[in-house]
């Protein structure tokens, strides 16, 4: 079993849905929990960033992180066709700037 | 630039070639990443630099694969006698380093290597 799992889709909502995205992990020891969006051919960038748990809002994004469950979340409200990309969660452990463990991505498009 | 920069984008080796990916980072960011993304996984951890000093390398696959900054600024990694299964996009990551978890990564646009 790996550290952190990602349903791969592909997912395919309408334009104005609510999308729900979401990863599930084994390692208590991960405290800092991000969401990353991946274009197709470009690098990750950083959407969201949660420390322990929480939620967080930024604008139509909302991160939701629930440390008891191991669960993280990320919900878009109102999506859009510009949000058709990758969604990448990842975490990492507290105590120093270590490596991010990715989950496989969530392949997400917003039909018009 | 303002960006993390990688070269080459694209890159064909035949089985046993050397190759070798170029990371110019964010000026001034202390820390480098190397993350290795295959086709429709997310990316894994390969290596970390703290300015010239290699932190971690835990994640590097085998010893064909090695990757240095020597003056704490560009990186480069390098794969030996390439095999099929290092075909994968090669992401270069930077950030400041302002404290335990709180670098955010920024990544460059990614190598992708193919090995025929």
């Known amino acids: 079993q790996k550290e952190v799992e990602q349903d791969p889709g592909p997912l395919s909502v309408p334009e104005g849905a609510i999308v729900s995205l979401n990863c599930t992990y084994s390692n208590s020891a991960f405290q800092y929990f991000m969401w990353y969006r991946q274009y197709s051919r470009k690098g990750p960038e950083l959407l969201m960033y949660?420390?322990?748990?929480g939620n967080k809002e930024d604008g139509r994004f909302t991160a939701q992180v629930d440390k008891s469950s191991k669960y993280i979340s990320l919900f878009i409200r109102d999506s859009q066709p510009s949000d058709s990309a990758t969604y990448l969660c990842a975490m990492r452990k507290g105590g120093s700037q270590g490596n991010l463990i990715f989950g496989k991505g969530t392949k997400l498009s917003v039909k018009p | 630039g303002a960006g993390v920069s990688q070269s080459p984008r694209y890159k064909v080796a035949k089985r046993g070639q050397d190759v070798a990916l170029r990371c110019d980072p964010i000026?001034?960011?202390?820390?480098l990443f190397w993350y290795q993304q295959a086709l429709g996984q997310g990316p894994e951890f390969l290596t970390y630099f703290q300015n010239e000093a290699q932190l971690d390398k835990s994640g590097l696959p085998s010893d064909r694969f090695f990757a240095e900054r020597p003056e704490g600024s560009v990186s480069t990694l390098k794969i030996q006698r390439t095999q099929q299964e290092d075909s994968a996009v090669y992401l270069c990551?930077?950030?400041?380093?302002?404290?335990?978890?709180?670098?955010?990564?920024?990544f460059g646009e990614g190598s992708r290597l193919t090995v025929l």
């Open positions: 949660t420390y322990s748990s």
């Open positions: 000026s001034g960011h202390v820390s």
């Open positions: 990551a930077s950030s400041t380093d302002r404290g335990p978890g709180t670098g955010e990564l920024f």
